[in-house]
C-alpha cells in the first residue's frame, strides 16, 4: 500500500482563491480592503523569506499589506510604539511580528502588546484562552491549516486516535485543542516520552511537530493512519544534504500510511494561507 498524498499546495491556492473573491467583494460593498501589517526586526534569512512570502500572499489575494524592518540593534521600546500605532489603526486588521526576535526583546511582552483583536498569529495570552475554551477568535495558523487539510480529505477526527507529537505553543498544544474539540481522544509526545514508538503506532492521526530531520519513521505508523508532517528540516548529509525535508521519513512512511503529507508542499503552504483568511476573518468581523 502507497499513501494518498495530501496535497497543500493545491489546497491552499484553492483556499487563497476564494479569499480573493472574498476581498474583492468586501472591497465592492463596504469599501474596505483587508490589510495585513508584518514587522520583521534583524536580518535573519529564514524570516526574511517568510516575511516576504506574506507580503506576496496578501498582494495576490487582493489584501493591503504593510511591512516595517527595523535593524536588529533597534531599542524595543520602538517596535512597541509602532504596534501600539498599528493598534490604533482602524484600516489594519492583522498585525503580526516575526519570530524569533533578537535577544535583547521579551517576545512575549511583544505578543502581548499586540491587540488581542488583530492578533492574526493567534499568540495573545487572550486568544489561547479563548482556544482553550472552545471559542477561538483567531485559530494559530499551522494548527488551522493542518485541520482545512484533514476535513478536504473527509478523514473522520470525532472517536480517532490522535497523536501529536511536540507540545510548542505554536503548534503542538494548540494542534491538541482543535482535535480534542472535535472529540478525537488526543495524546501529546515530547522529548521526555518513554517508548514514543508505542504512542504514534496507535494513531489513527499522527501530527509530527518537533523539529527533527525523519524522526518518525514507516515501523512507528500504524497501517492506513493519516500522517501530517509539520517538520521544516534539512538533510544533513548524504546526497540529499541541504535539501528540506520533514519530521517524519517520507520514503518508509508512504508505505504504511493511508495518507500523508510531504514536505515541502504539505502544511508550509497551508500556514500563510490561514494567516490571509485570518485576517480576512477580522476585516469581516470589524464590520458586522
Known amino acids: 500500500m502507497t499513501a494518498r498524498i495530501i496535497d497543500g499546495n493545491a489546497l491552499s491556492a484553492k483556499i487563497r482563491e476564494h479569499l480573493a473573491e ?13 490589510c495585513l501589517a508584518v514587522i520583521l526586526v534583524g536580518e535573519d534569512p529564514a524570516s526574511q523569506v517568510y516575511v516576504r512570502n506574506k507580503v506576496a500572499g496578501c498582494e495576490k ?15 524595543p521600546v520602538t517596535v512597541l510604539a509602532k504596534i501600539a500605532e498599528l493598534n490604533a489603526d482602524p484600516s489594519v486588521h492583522g498585525i503580526l511580528v516575526q519570530l524569533p526576535l533578537p535577544k535583547h526583546f521579551d517576545s512575549e511582552a511583544v505578543l502581548e502588546a499586540i491587540s488581542p483583536e488583530k492578533d492574526v498569529d493567534g499568540f495573545h495570552a487572550e486568544n489561547v484562552g ?39 505553543n505554536i503548534v503542538g498544544k494548540p494542534m491538541a485543542m482543535l482535535l480534542l474539540a472535535q472529540s478525537a481522544t488526543v495524546t501529546i509526545c515530547h522529548s521526555r ?47 540529499n544534504a541541504g535539501k528540506l525535508c520533514g519530521d517524519v521519513d517520507f520514503e518508509t512512511a508512504k508505505e504504511v500510511a493511508g495518507l500523508i503529507t510531504p514536505v515541502p508542499g504539505g502544511v508550509g503552504p497551508m500556514t500563510i494561507t490561514m494567516l490571509l483568511t485570518n485576517t480576512m476573518e477580522s476585516a469581516e468581523r470589524t464590520l458586522k
Not at 489575494?61 to 531599542?75: D, L, M, T
Not at 488551522?144 to 472517536?159: D, F, R, T, W
Open 193 to 239: 516520552s518513554k517508548d514514543l514508538a508505542f504512542h504514534t503506532r496507535r494513531a489513527d492521526i499522527l501530527v509530527a511537530a518537533v523539529g527533527k530531520e525523519r524522526m518518525i519513521t514507516g515501523d512507528m505508523i500504524k497501517p492506513g493512519a493519516t500522517v501530517i508532517d509539520v517538520g521544516m528540516n534539512r538533510y544533513a548529509s548524504g546526497p
Open 130 to 168: 479563548a482556544l482553550m475554551q472552545g471559542n477561538p477568535r483567531f485559530i494559530p495558523c499551522t494548527p488551522y491549516g493542518v485541520m482545512k487539510m484533514l476535513e478536504s480529505e473527509g478523514v473522520k477526527i470525532a472517536g480517532a486516535e490522535a497523536v501529536v507529537v511536540g507540545r510548542s
Open 22 to 34: 472574498r476581498a474583492t467583494a468586501l472591497k465592492v460593498s463596504r469599501g474596505v480592503t483587508p
Open 61 to 75: 489575494a487582493g489584501f493591503r499589506s504593510i511591512k516595517q524592518v527595523y535593524p536588529a540593534n533597534v531599542e
